[in-house]
């Protein structure tokens, strides 16, 4: 399988959903999918990592099957309100290497810091 662009992934989404007349939902609908996906991926992880196995007669969803819905629907959002994710993607990587840029121990630094 080849790697995709984020705007590829935007556009094959965009695609698909173009081709019902429902077309995207309404923002206050994707966000409650997209809070229904979040806990659904919460509940794996819990499965996974946590206390609470699963009962015999649930279904094998995944950590990586719950994750993509996760992005299928975050697309879905980003493009019903014209938003390219590659942008935003990189709005939030400056914010991050400038605002944030000392708030966490590098590892080159831990490694100075122990000798």
Same mark, same amino acid.
């Given at each position: 399988m080849t790697e995709k662009s984020l705007a590829e992934m935007q556009r094959e989404v965009d695609a698909y959903i173009s081709q019902f007349k429902e077309g995207?939902?309404?923002?206050?609908?994707?966000?409650a999918r997209m809070s229904e996906e979040v806990?659904?991926?919460?509940?794996e992880v819990n499965h996974s990592f946590g206390e609470k196995p699963k009962k015999n007669d649930e279904d094998d969803n995944?950590?990586? !099957?719950?994750?993509?819905?996760?992005?299928?629907?975050?697309?879905?959002?980003?493009?019903? !309100?014209?938003?390219?994710?590659?942008?935003?993607?990189?709005?939030?990587?400056?914010?991050?290497?400038?605002?944030?840029?000392?708030r966490w121990t590098r590892i080159?630094?831990?490694?100075?810091?122990?000798q």
């Open positions: 995207y939902f309404s923002p206050l609908a994707m966000l806990g659904e991926l919460a509940r995944s950590i990586e !099957l719950e994750l993509g819905d996760i992005l299928f629907i975050t697309m879905c959002f980003a493009n019903s !309100l014209g938003i390219d994710l590659t942008q935003a993607h990189n709005q939030v990587m400056h914010k991050f290497n400038t605002r944030d840029k000392d080159d630094e831990s490694s100075t810091e122990e």
